[in-house]
């Protein structure tokens, strides 16, 4: 039997599967000799954490967080309770393939199961089953809330999404049994690093244009000052002796005036790699884009 390989389980603005191997040429070279830890502090899909646990087997331990607690409670779900949650949603599948015969069926399906995620009063695997359900079936995998918290995504237009990939949330889960699953704002990972670490960070980009606010994946915006506020903190870890790479949007790319990121992270190595963006609303705006990774190797 060929051994299935974990894959992000959900669809996820930002997703970095195209980028692996741009990051996988800039990984700092000494750290995998020896056991090292592993931190990725803005998870979301987990592109890059996924293809890290298949590729480096002795990776003695990784954390993840992210600050959507919705998202790392699925995570919790997919490590503790698989097989209740790949019951859930093969139910779910069969019964949204079924009503999908008939649009207006389909569409009440859709709705009933967001105003049941959104009163957030179910058990934390069918919260989590929610979760994975309206990624698969709204209008292009976003996660949007509301200043409530509500999720607020329309109905997508896919025939018949696979909501219950069972192969792959298995394989999912068996490499989660060696990650420790952390909700809360990036800089309370620091408290995890051992002496051998490395921090992998995909931020909120800074939007390229007013319109293309694809950071509002939280309550919270994540503005420049937040940005400033991330700087420093690699900053710090730098200053720890800590290793890392980050990714952001090439904001000069578009407007070549716009020095934002090259002051910022002046003291510290801007490499400029080409980038392809799977969640646009807008298929034009799909083209290619040079996106940053900044790293602090010596
Ligand atoms: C660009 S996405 C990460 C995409 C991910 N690399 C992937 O492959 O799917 C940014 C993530 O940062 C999270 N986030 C936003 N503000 C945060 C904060 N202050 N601390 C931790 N996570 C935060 C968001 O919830 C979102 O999941």
Not at 225 to 236: A, D, S, T
């Given at each position: 039997?060929?051994?299935?390989?974990?894959k992000?389980?959900?669809k996820?603005?930002?997703?970095?599967?195209?980028?692996?191997?741009?990051?996988?040429?800039?990984?700092?070279?000494?750290?995998?000799?020896?056991?090292?830890?592993?931190?990725e502090?803005?998870?979301?899909?987990?592109?890059?954490?996924?293809?890290?646990?298949?590729?480096?087997?002795?990776?003695?331990?990784?954390?993840?967080n992210?600050?959507?607690?919705?998202?790392?409670?699925?995570?919790?779900?997919?490590?503790?309770?698989?097989?209740?949650?790949?019951?859930?949603?093969?139910?779910?599948?069969?019964?949204?393939?079924?009503?999908?015969?008939?649009?207006?069926?389909?569409?009440?399906?859709?709705?009933?199961?967001?105003?049941?995620?959104?009163?957030?009063?179910?058990?934390?695997?069918?919260?989590?089953?929610?979760?994975?359900?309206?990624?698969?079936?709204?209008?292009?995998?976003?996660?949007?809330?509301?200043?409530?918290?509500?999720?607020?995504?329309?109905?997508?237009?896919?025939?018949?999404?696979?909501?219950?990939?069972?192969?792959?949330?298995?394989?999912?889960?068996?490499?989660?049994?060696?990650?420790?699953?952390?909700?809360?704002?990036?800089?309370?990972?620091?408290?995890?690093?051992?002496?051998?670490?490395?921090?992998?960070?995909?931020?909120p980009?800074?939007?390229?244009?007013?319109?293309?606010?694809?950071?509002s994946?939280?309550?919270?915006?994540?503005?420049?000052?937040?940005?400033?506020?991330?700087?420093?903190?690699?900053?710090?870890?730098?200053?720890?002796?800590?290793?890392?790479?980050?990714?952001?949007?090439?904001?000069?790319?578009?407007?070549?005036?716009?020095n934002?990121f090259?002051?910022?992270?002046?003291?510290?190595?801007?490499?400029?790699?080409?980038?392809?963006?799977?969640i646009?609303?807008?298929?034009?705006?799909?083209?290619?884009?040079?996106?940053?990774?900044?790293?602090?190797?010596?």
């Amino acid at each position: 039997m060929t051994k299935i390989v974990a894959k992000p389980f959900l669809k996820w603005a930002g997703g970095k599967t195209q980028m692996i191997e741009q990051i996988e040429n800039l990984l700092p070279e000494n750290i995998f000799e020896k056991n090292f830890t592993y931190i990725e502090p803005f998870v979301g899909s987990g592109a890059v954490l996924f293809w890290m646990l298949e590729k480096f087997p002795n990776l003695q331990s990784a954390i993840i967080n992210d600050i959507n607690q919705d998202l790392t409670n699925c995570y919790i779900s997919i490590k503790e309770d698989v097989d209740g949650l790949i019951t859930i949603l093969s139910d779910w599948q069969n019964e949204y393939y079924l009503a999908s015969e008939n649009e207006v069926e389909k569409k009440e399906y859709y709705y009933a199961k967001r105003t049941q995620y959104n009163l957030r009063n179910s058990n934390q695997t069918t919260q989590s089953a929610l979760f994975i359900f309206l990624n698969r079936t709204c209008f292009n995998g976003l996660y949007r809330v509301n200043r409530k918290n509500e999720f607020n995504v329309p109905i997508g237009s896919y025939k018949k999404p696979l909501i219950c990939n069972k192969e792959n949330l298995i394989a999912v889960s068996e490499v989660l049994q060696r990650v420790e699953i952390l909700n809360g704002d990036y800089s309370d990972t620091l408290n995890f690093a051992s002496d051998n670490t490395f921090f992998y960070f995909d931020p909120p980009y800074k939007p390229l244009s007013e319109t293309s606010s694809f950071n509002s994946y939280a309550k919270d915006e994540f503005n420049d000052l937040e940005q400033i506020r991330l700087k420093e903190f690699c900053v710090k870890l730098d200053n720890l002796n800590h290793q890392w790479i980050l990714s952001n949007s090439d904001v000069k790319g578009k407007n070549p005036n716009d020095n934002f990121f090259d002051d910022l992270y002046a003291d510290f190595n801007i490499h400029r790699v080409n980038a392809r963006r799977s969640i646009n609303a807008n298929p034009n705006k799909r083209g290619k884009l040079t996106e940053l990774l900044i790293t602090n190797n010596k």
